[in-house]
Structures are given as structure tokens and as C-alpha cells.
């Protein structure tokens, strides 16, 4: 086997009533399918009732190219005008391409709503203003109100960035960003 397979899916749209001479077709053109070198495998696919898929894999591409164009394949495929109409092929190399696009990007967390944010905030500001303000300002006070603010302000913020937002945020997470486990898990212990 080669490292570059190719899969390929064909997407049918079944005349009513002859689903089931669909299915026998799909199967008949995977066994001739198998007799050409190259063949890894197949199926027919049914989706509801509305779309039928034959698959197929082949080691290379130029294995598939050749049961394409093959008269077996043409011979199958005006049966099969008979049957159902094609809606559609897909056609992907490697089987890590194939796994890579069923597999969906997992979505974003929405953000927390403002009175959440207003909150974490207001308990990492709040503390550290009071504190510098009973503690530091009294001894400030012979410097200008402009010194003063900004020594406050430096003072606080660097408190706030870089040791109590983190803590907060850390201990506020699951409050802020309810993961869909945490919401799971809630209701299996109702349930029980």
C-alpha cells in the first residue's frame, strides 16, 4: 500500500421506488471494482432516505484513474443512469486529509457578560485602591495630587495585572466560561 491513498465518494439521488436495485448496483460496482489492482475498500452509504454514497479507496490515485476510466465502469455507470442521479463527488488523498476534514473545529467560548466582567474586576481593583489610600496616601501627602494618582495608579495596577487578575480569573473561571461538562454533569445529578 502507498502512503498516498485516494477515497472517493459519490453522492446519488435515488429514483423512488428502486432504492433496492440501487443497493444491489452499488454493491456489483464495488465487486468489479475489486478485481482492479489497487482496491482497499468500499461501501454503499445510505443518508435517511434522501442521498445515497458509494465509496471507494484505492491505493493511488492512478489506480483510481484507471477503474474510472475502465469499460466495466462505463457499462456500470449507464445502469445506473437508470437507477439514481448523481448529486455529487468527493475525491480526497490520505486518509489523514479524510479524517482532518469530518472532524469539526470545536467553537469558541462566547465571552462573559459585562456585569460578570464588571464584577471580577471591581473585586481585583477595589481592594488594593483602599488599601494604598489607608495605608500609603496618608504619608503622600505633601506631594503634588498629580504624583500622588499616579504613584496610585502604577502602584495598583501593576498589583492588579500581574497578581490578583490571574488568581481571580483562575478562581472565577468556571464562572465566567461554564464549560458544557460542568452543564452535563449538573444534569446527570438531577437525573440520579
Known sequence: MTSNP????VAFH?????????HSWGWALLGASAQQPGFL????LVDGEAEWHVVYRFASEGAALAWENSSTRAQLDTRAAQLAQETGRRRVRGSKAW????T??????????KWKLWFVNMSAVF???????????PYLDSLNALIRT???CLSVTALVTWILM????????????PPLQALRGRHKRRTA
Open 99 to 102: 479524517f482532518e476534514a469530518q
Open 104 to 113: 469539526p473545529t470545536p467553537a469558541t467560548p462566547a465571552p462573559p457578560s
Open 150 to 152: 499616579l504613584l496610585l
Open 6 to 9: 485516494v477515497t472517493v465518494t
Open 166 to 177: 490571574p488568581r481571580l480569573q483562575r478562581f472565577f473561571r468556571k464562572w465566567l466560561y
Open 41 to 44: 475498500g468500499g461501501g454503499v
Open 127 to 137: 481592594p488594593p485602591v483602599l488599601l494604598f489610600n489607608v495605608t500609603v496616601l
Open 14 to 22: 435515488v429514483v423512488p421506488g428502486r432504492e433496492a436495485d440501487f
